[in-house]
């Protein structure tokens, strides 16, 4: 991790100085009860506010298959940009030959028609823990664009899936100096 984080207001700060360009990382902007002000729903249902599981804060977003959230997010110019958050994944299901439900991390450019087409996959992958667990991944080769991160779930063919998601920041360490 880089340094230590400030949240203030609901915007996370690195040490180095850098603001996290992302709006209401920790989903705590205050707002009507169940709303995602500053998210997006990208998906075949809608995801849901909650309080009854968090990793930090008052505040959590829990997606259930077929849900995703996504921001629009201007990602800044720096030497190391990392993607950080945590997650809590659960598949239920009773057939073990069954597809397995599965969770996905992505950038997308959205396109003139309103489609968004993905630039950067992070991570796809079956859900096999049920346990908070913390991620970080370097993005830094999408510095200076402007893209969509997005969260979503997928239920497997006899599984079903959610995903409590929280404290998720986009952390800059030493911006690009201006060489003008």
């Not at 850098?18 to 997006?40: C, H, I």
């Not at 008052?58 to 940009?81: D, K, N, W, Y």
């Not at 950067?120 to 200076?144: C, E, K, N, W």
């Amino acid at each position: 991790m880089i340094g230590s984080l400030a949240v203030l207001l609901g915007v996370a700060v690195a040490a180095a100085g850098v603001q996290n360009p992302l709006v209401d990382p920790g989903f705590e902007a205050e707002g009507t009860a169940g709303a995602l002000s500053a998210w997006s729903d990208c998906g075949e249902r809608p995801a849901t506010l909650q309080s009854a599981t968090v990793h930090g804060g008052r505040f959590a977003v829990t997606l259930e298959g077929g849900a995703a959230i996504c921001q629009r997010v201007v990602m800044p110019m720096a030497r190391s940009i990392l993607l950080d958050f945590w997650e809590k994944p659960t598949a239920t299901g009773t057939d073990a030959n069954a597809a397995p439900a599965y969770r996905e991390v992505s950038f997308y450019d959205k396109l003139p028609d309103g489609k968004m087409d993905m630039i950067q996959p992070i991570v796809r992958d079956p859900i096999v823990t049920s346990a908070f667990a913390h991620y970080t991944f370097d993005v830094t080769a999408l510095m200076g664009q402007t893209l969509y991160v997005y969260f979503g779930v997928r239920d497997g063919s006899g599984t079903h899936a959610s995903l409590v998601l929280d404290d998720v920041t986009i952390q800059a360490e030493r911006p690009m100096e201006n060489r003008s």
